[in-house]
């Protein structure tokens, strides 16, 4: 997602993690940048893994045939890889040079597991081969003139949509995965509708949800790789909304819009903190130091001190300093007539001051509890035109809407048209999708 910074993500992220499965220790390691690997490398030399002698049994018979295998460590380079796979004069290093020379390989983004395997025949190499991806091998071959030749093998990988449905009955994280989803289609379905929901008290059992995504399989049916989102639905009590996603020509954003055309992103998040409790919401209460009853302008969330604090939308700094009760302070001016504060921080984000300008998702501080504070909490207000506001009761301004556009949303249409066809070929039992039932998680 172009348009979620990182924050953003690792945010919801999180919260979906720390929320609907609260007592299950995950590990899940966010790329935000990851960018879709295409399944076919275009204007390169292709074959078919089948067709080239990639297994030393295809090299010929009689011939003596030895292959090699060296993983590569931490900190070594594919140079010094090659060095311990101890072959034959320079061979190695030029046929190494022929993958490096040929843009298939960056020598400086290769990760420590990557196996290289040598294939020889008769004590001399033939070629050398690594896995890139799944279901992407690359080769150096020898060439008639006893050069190599690089190339990239893909086995033939089948885009299918894989539709998970069901209804919640645990979390939507213990659902969704029972049902074939995997921990990161979880945290972007949460995330489309993270400007909708308090994942916390909002998702009740009884909610269905829908998502289809789009996975490659090999021949065999196998899934290599699961991709993006591409329709995510949630028929609850708290919401009752689906979502396509959609890259827009223009902007060159993609975003989950709903069939309207209208986007699911919001100008301000209402939780601008990852995986906290809510611990005071909006509304008269007794203040716990001053004993007086009165209006809590905004909600607590409790949460460690030195968790990180996000600007809940764009906007531009208006205060960063101590102010009175408050503690350390930070207030936004956002669009439209609205500001947010956040106060009792322990310390400020780097570069965070009044003027400077902030994009949603960017730390602006951290939890502390300076000021009229108890303990550890970040207190989230939001003003619009001066009037505090109950941000988990605020209908927010929408982001954008396609209709405003017609020729974009003419395209969305398209695509929106598409990903309803792939729903409705499966509730009809049609075509080769790969489906899943309704099962009650597992145990
Ligand atoms: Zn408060």
Redesign the pocket.
Known sequence: MKSMTAGTRSLIALAVFGVLSAGIVLSVEFQPDEKEIPVQAEELPKASLASLPIEPEAFGVGAALETKTATLKRRETLSDLVNRLDLPGNEGHRALYSLTDSDLLDARRVRPGLELKAHLSDGALNSISVELDPGRRLLAKRTLDGGFQAMALDSALIPRPLIVKGTIETSLYMDAQALGAEDQQVVDFAQVFAYDLDFQREVHPGDRFEMVFNVLTDERGNVIRRGDVIYAALHGKAVDKAFYRFTTPDEDVTDYFQANGESSTKFLMKTPINGARIS?RFGKRRHPISGFTRL?????FAAPTGTPIYAAGNGVVERASRYGGYGHYVRIRHAKGYKTAY??MSRYGRGIRSGVRVRQGQIIGYVGSTGASTGP?L???VYKNGKALDVMRLKLPTGRKLAMDPDIYAEFEIERDRIDAIRAAQDEGAGTLITASVAPPAP
């Open positions: 005071s809590h302008k905004g909600t607590d106060a009792h909490h207190h989230y207000e």
